[in-house]
């Protein structure tokens, strides 16, 4: 009963449960032997007293040891609880995508084990799900071979591999991705981790950037740096014989003054693609300057590079660009032999385009000012006979004051272009037949300005820029764009703004009724000395008042 009586105390108390279970057995062991009829040797009760004492200090500790070591596991547990829930909150919160992997042969088979919600997401993939996808379902068919090469090497030793790949979601979507990967040997098997950082947006400004450094911004085709380059690479016996086309845009700054540097540009464009079509594929298209362009073209003969030429030649043509039709002069050089100096190839070429030029030039003049009358009568009321008129006009005016030959040509011309600048005016706002708002009249006072820029680009009409430029001037110093008065303005542009004024009355426009001879004539003087020089106003009323 004492030692039982020990081990309940025991279990529940631990040591000092044993201690006090046995010291009260020992009591009731010893009340027992005094009231015990048979005699007890005291041998035997001083046995019994330390073996009750013995199994209770043994019990009790032994529970408290046990209950010492349940604490410690339970606090161990608890401690690994926290370091589980640190290391899952460490590997989801990590920015980059991490998984773990096993690698199950010599072949690069691999098994992800764990992964990240960042691969999840990139992936587009419960976590459970994505475990079971095969692998190299997850990878772009073109990086495959390359993947299985990198886990082999990972699998036969372990090691640390930096490399860029691309995956595929569940959804198709393609990612470049950086990866990071290290591999390593644990009961007979190898494992790895792998970092993946999604670059695919860092990929594309690398193109862009890589792009612009050897492209044109503008016209899309290769720059001259990047021309340059290519130039010292097929500078080799083995490209020869090498040519280079070297072409020149024609007229593009009247066309810029005109219509503007968006026109410009679309012409740019659009001769960088007559190029690029009149090429074969293996040929460098540049743009070499403004205006320039450049072409190389390894293994090519004079005479492949001649044929070259006409197609470009052909395919500009073609073209038929409005309002100011393409033109470009072209020159080629080749070279045969190694020893020629190919920048010297490329300076003949250019030599040759000039010349070129040179040949072209006056029948690309007179393209041009026939293209911009043609203009001005499409896009405004200025008709061939109000020109007629008016040049008949100014010839009186020219007789009658005795001018010299130079005027009278300039004021012909003068009496033709003087509105040129209307081209680059939209066509609703000159046939308006109601009143301009404040922002369509200050845009049609602009266009002597334009004429002018216009006229100043061509050699061919530089001499009537100014009469251009101040054909809306008046004698008080009213007018515009510069306000000049009296004898400060030109003498063709006095002259023009009578006999126009006059001819526009008569004849009439959209936002204007015509009038009688007699009214026009009044109406002009009453302008002489505000509007119109009085003495060019007395000498014009004289011929129109003898007119029948």
């Not at 670059?199 to 594309?204: D, F, V």
């Not at 450094?213 to 500078?235: M, P, Q, V």
């Not at 293209?371 to 009658?400: D, P």
Request: net charge negative; hydrophobic share 40%.
């Amino acid at each position: 009963m004492g030692t039982i009586l020990i081990f309940l105390s025991t279990m529940v108390w631990g040591l000092t449960g044993g201690l006090i279970a046995a010291t009260y057995s020992i009591i009731n062991l010893g009340l027992y032997i005094s009231k015990s009829p048979r005699t007890i040797d005291p041998s035997f009760m001083i046995l019994g007293t330390f073996l009750y004492l013995f199994i209770g200090i043994a019990l009790g500790r032994l529970l408290d040891v046990t209950r010492d070591q349940k604490a410690h596991l339970v606090k161990l547990l608890e401690s690994l609880e926290q370091k589980e829930i640190k290391y899952r909150y460490l590997f989801d919160s990590i920015v980059d995508g991490l998984f773990v992997f096993e690698i199950s042969d010599v072949y690069g088979e691999i098994k992800i084990l764990s992964a990240n919600s960042i691969v999840c997401d990139m992936f587009g993939y419960e976590r459970e799900e994505l475990f079971k996808v095969p692998f190299y379902e997850l990878i772009d068919k073109n990086y495959q071979e390359r993947m299985k090469y990198i886990f082999s090497k990972l699998y036969h030793a372990e090691s640390e591999l930096l490399f860029e790949t691309t995956f595929i979601a569940k959804n198709g979507h393609k990612m470049v991705t950086e990866c990071h990967c290290n591999s390593y040997r644990k009961n007979g098997k190898v494992y790895g981790n792998c970092v993946v950082r999604d670059i695919t947006e860092r990929k594309k400004v690398e193109e862009k950037i890589k792009y612009l450094t050897f492209h044109d911004s503008l016209t899309g085709i290769y720059n001259r740096a990047y021309f340059e380059n290519e130039l010292e690479k097929y500078d080799n016996p083995r490209y020869l014989p090498m040519s280079i086309i070297i072409g020149d845009m024609n007229g593009l700054k009247l066309v810029n003054d005109a219509f503007g540097h968006d026109e410009g540009d679309r012409m740019l464009k659009i001769t960088a693609k007559c190029l690029k079509v009149s090429c074969r594929q293996g040929d460098t298209v540049a743009r070499y300057g403004g205006d320039e362009f450049v072409i190389l073209l390894p293994n090519t003969s004079n005479q492949e590079a001649e044929n070259i030429i006409d197609r470009i030649n052909i395919n500009i043509s073609d073209a038929q660009v409005e309002p100011i039709p393409l033109s470009i002069a072209l020159g080629s050089e080749t070279k045969i032999t190694d020893n020629q100096d190919i920048h010297l190839i490329l300076k003949q070429a250019e030599d040759k385009m000039y010349q070129q030029k040179l040949i072209s030039e006056q029948s690309n003049r007179s393209a041009v000012i026939a293209t911009l009358e043609r203009t001005l009568i499409e896009v405004s009321e200025e008709t061939e006979l109000h020109a007629v008129r008016l040049q008949t006009l100014c010839e009186k005016m020219c007789e009658k004051l005795n001018l010299t030959g130079s005027l009278r040509s300039e004021l012909r011309l003068l009496a033709v272009l003087h509105d040129i600048g209307k081209v680059a005016i939209p066509q609703t706002i000159l046939t308006k037949d109601s009143e301009l708002s404040l922002d369509e009249w200050k845009l049609i006072r602009q266009h002597p300005e334009v004429g002018y820029r216009i006229t100043q680009s061509s050699p061919d009409l530089a001499f009537i820029a100014k009469g251009i430029l101040a054909h809306h001037e008046r004698w008080d110093g009213t007018g515009y764009p510069r306000g000049l008065k009296k004898e400060d303005i030109p003498l063709s542009s006095r002259i023009l703004a009578i006999v126009d004024a006059y001819d526009v009355m008569i004849s009439g426009r959209a936002y204007k009724q015509k009038m009688s001879k007699e009214e026009a004539i009044e109406e002009i003087k009453r302008g002489a000395g505000t509007q119109f020089d009085p003495e060019l106003t007395r000498v014009f009323l004289e011929i129109v008042t003898n007119e029948t």
